[in-house]
Every structure is written in structure tokens, then in C-alpha cells.
């Protein structure tokens, strides 16, 4: 079964092959540690807990986790892992003084799995949301590994293409020790595809733990700082936007700008993927020749650029930068939550809610449809309706421009969104508690 699956795995890695060459700042990060040629590192008796976290979302997301092993086991050393380069990125700045080794992930093949065991030893594999890597569980498994799944979350979509391939979710899931979900539907997917029920627990989501971080004020102090966001206009988000998003986005914002309103807002447009940045960029500047837009006057200016006078006067500020998305909350009233009108599935409201943001976000929330369920009943978030693309700029201007104009409504909405967070928090505790005797047997 393995060895049909390492050529299926090899078949995929050389129809990629192109992309490395092509658009190697993204793909081609970290080749050499994902082929297994991995830096020393020393053992020093303590054992190893080994934390995969993807991407900036799931690394994020790892810090009130990663605080916790650190003080709960001190006999312990922590090493993170990550696929992405952004999330390397912002791994090796948050974990920074807590991880004893921050390094990509090996490519799920035999000899380069094994190479990354033999290098951290590890005694547990904590696999953050749901990352299943047949080959990386099984030699984990072989060679006396313990694995988990902690803040597993699966989706319908993903539980259904995982379905197609049941011949070989069902026997790697057998060798996962425990999956700490996030809610129940999740835990009875992953039961349904075969990992066996006394395994799957619902711990909750650790992202409700969302906790205070000094480095988040330092940025946040410094953006205020440059761009002026405490000058008494408002600030809206866009965050985490695929294509078309900021399209929608923009037309929206120039028709407020166009409007009666004596203070104007300001707009923060946050891409979800860095490479797209320049590809925004150039949105921002071609869009007022457009004959949708209503304001061609507007000041753009971008995050990565020099600091300049233009900065503090600028109506959008394109945050072409990784891993300041989560401080930007702190200074915004108004927060769109991207991805969700498109049919990617959402990205996650926790982080604008615990700053105390208004949200908004689209129809399209499959990956997060539990929290968003919760939100909703809580009347703590504002979900738009499925419709038509010429309809959805109308309806952001109509959303927006209504929580510019009833600041009491605004208030409300990110009141409730704070409340949902303090009712929910907890999950980090209960993971801990499922954790300790994998930990310590």
C-alpha cells in the first residue's frame, strides 16, 4: 500500500517539478530540509514533541498550545515544523525562544521521513487541524513515535476527497494515537473514514484561547505610528482576500469615499497569499481609471514600501507584509474576513473578534462552518447572502457604510463576536489534559 502511494506521491512531486523552476521563491523554500538534510541537533536526555503547524494560520493558531507544553512539560523540548515558506516565516519570529528547532516539514517519502526522525528523535508527533502524511505516521509508528491530531478540524469538502482514497486514510489512521477535534460533525467524519472512535475526542477550538502577545502591540504601535490609524477615521479591514475579493472590496470603499459622510474611513486590504501582493498593487493603481470606480482620488500607499509623508494621508494601505494581519485588528473597527465569497471556504473570524472588530463575511464558510454557526446564533458576525458578482460591491457599501453611520450597532457586533470568544475559550486546557499521557507514558 506505501509503495503505491510513494509513486503516486513521486509521480505528483515530477508533474510539480516546473513549478520550482518557475516560481522557486515559493515552492522551492526549504528543498534541501525537505529531501531530510536537516542542521545538528543535540539530544540532551529531555524528549522531544515534535509540533506541524502548515502555514501562518495553523502557526497562529499553535501559540497558546505552544505556551503550554513549554511551561506544563520543562522536561520537554519543543521543535515546529511547517510546509509553507510564509509560515517558516513567522514561525521562526513567534516561536522564537520557545521551539529548540523551527524547519520544514520532510516530503512525505520513505527515505526522507526517516531521516527527519533519526535527526530530532522525537517521542510525540502533534499534527495541527488535520495533516494526514501516510508515510510521515507510519515510520512514526514503526519506529515507537506516538501521533496525534490536535485542533483537527475536517471539513465536508475534505472528508469527501479523503473518501475517494478510504483504502488509505482507514489503515494510516489506525496509527494515530489520538485526535483532539474540534467539534463533534469533524470527530464523526474522521470516524467515519475509519479512525476508531475511542480515539476522536472534541477538545474544542484552541484558536477561541487567542491570548495577548506583547510582540502584537510592538507592531501594532509601530503601524499606528507610520500610517496615523488613531487620527479619528475609521478603519476597515479587508482580510485574508482571494481574487476577485479585493475587486469587490474596492469598488465598495470608493463609492463610501464618493459619499456625504464628513470623515472619511480608511481601507486596509491584507491578500491572503504573498504571492499575489504585486498582483493586488496594481489593482489598486489601474482601478481608478475604471468606470465603476466613484472616487479616483484615492491615496494608496503599501507596507513594504519606505515609510514616506504620503503614509499617514493614504485611504488604503495595501499589507503586503507576513504575519501583521493579527496585530492590524487592534486598530481597525471593521473587519471583512476574505475568502468567503468565493467558494474557497473562509478564512477564520477568531482573530478580529477577540480585538473587538464588526465582521462581516460571505456566503462561502464550509471550512469554518461550526464557528461561524455559533457566531450567527450569537448574532455576532454579519454574513452576506449568495448572489450575483454585480450585486456584491452594493452589498459591502450597503453593510459597511450602515456600521459607519450606527456606531451603537458597530459596538454590538463586536461585543457579541468578544462574548462568543470568552464563552469558548478552554480547548488549549482540554487538549493539554488529553495530551499529558502521551506525554508522560
Known amino acids: 500500500m506505501y509503495f503505491v502511494y510513494s509513486v503516486l506521491l513521486s509521480v505528483a512531486f ?30 540532551d ?23 503550554a507544553l513549554v511551561n506544563d512539560f520543562p522536561g520537554h523540548r ?45 517521542t510525540v508527533i502533534l499534527l495541527l487541524e488535520t495533516e494526514i502524511w501516510p508515510r510521515l505516521i507510519h515510520e512514526a509508528k514503526t519506529s515507537g513515535v506516538k501521533v496525534a491530531i490536535v485542533n483537527g478540524r475536517l471539513s465536508e469538502r475534505s472528508f469527501s476527497r479523503y473518501s475517494q482514497v478510504g483504502w488509505l486514510i482507514r489503515r494510516v489512521l489506525w ?12 470527530a464523526n467524519r474522521l470516524i467515519s473514514l475509519g479512525i476508531p472512535a475511542a480515539k476522536a475526542k472534541v477538545t474544542g477550538n484552541m484558536k477561541f484561547d487567542i491570548a495577548d ?6 507592531i501594532a504601535a509601530d503601524m499606528n505610528k507610520r500610517f496615523r490609524f488613531d487620527d479619528g477615521r475609521p478603519v476597515i479591514v479587508a482580510a ?50 475604471e468606470e465603476a470606480c466613484e472616487f479616483k482620488r484615492y491615496r494608496v500607499v503599501r507596507r513594504s514600501e519606505e515609510p514616506g509623508d504620503a503614509d499617514a494621508e493614504a485611504d488604503i494601505i495595501l499589507l503586503d507584509s507576513i504575519g501583521e494581519l493579527r496585530s492590524l485588528y487592534r ?26 472588530n ?40 450597503m453593510h459597511i457604510s450602515d456600521l459607519l453611520e450606527e456606531p451603537e450597532e458597530c459596538s454590538r457586533l463586536a461585543r457579541s463576536a468578544r462574548a462568543v470568544m470568552e464563552a469558548n475559550r478552554g480547548a488549549t486546557e482540554k487538549t493539554i489534559a488529553e495530551l499529558r499521557r502521551l506525554l508522560t507514558s
Open 45 to 67: 536526555g529531555r524528549k522531544v514533541i515534535w509540533l506541524h503547524c502548515v502555514s501562518v494560520g495553523e502557526a497562529n493558531a499553535a501559540r497558546p498550545l505552544a505556551d
Open 358 to 397: 464588526a465582521i462581516i463575511t460571505g456566503p462561502h464558510t464550509f471550512n469554518f462552518a461550526d464557528v461561524i454557526s455559533v457566531f450567527l446564533a450569537n448574532k455576532a458576525v454579519i454574513q452576506l447572502p449568495e448572489q450575483a458578482n454585480e450585486a456584491i460591491p452594493d452589498d459591502l457599501f
Open 14 to 43: 515530477l508533474l510539480m517539478s516546473p513549478l520550482f523552476l518557475l516560481r522557486r521563491d515559493k515552492y522551492a523554500a526549504g528543498l534541501s530540509q525537505r529531501l531530510g538534510n536537516y542542521p545538528a541537533f543535540e539530544q
Open 213 to 218: 502577545d506583547p510582540r502584537d502591540a510592538e
Open 78 to 122: 519543543l521543535i515546529v515544523s511547517t510546509t509553507t515558506k510564509t509560515g517558516q516565516e513567522l514561525a521562526s519570529r513567534i516561536f522564537a525562544g520557545r521551539a529548540d528547532a523551527i524547519f520544514y516539514l520532510p516530503f512525505d517519502w520513505k527515505f526522507s521521513v526517516r531521516r527527519a526522525l533519526r535527526r530530532f528523535e522525537p
Open 240 to 289: 485574508s482576500t482571494h481574487d476577485p475579493e479585493e475587486r469587490w472590496m474596492l469598488d465598495a470603499f470608493c463609492s463610501i469615499l464618493a459619499g456625504e459622510a464628513k470623515i472619511k474611513p480608511r481601507l486596509v486590504i491584507a491578500p491572503r497569499h504573498p504571492e499575489r501582493f504585486d498582483d493586488v498593487a496594481d489593482l489598486l493603481r489601474k482601478f481608478r481609471d
Open 175 to 186: 496509527g494515530i494515537d489520538a485526535a483532539l477535534m474540534q467539534g463533534a460533525n469533524d
Open 331 to 356: 486598530l481597525t473597527s471593521v473587519a471583512f474576513v476574505g475568502g468567503s465569497l468565493v467558494p474557497h471556504g473562509g478564512q477564520s473570524v477568531l482573530e478580529p473578534a477577540a480585538a473587538g
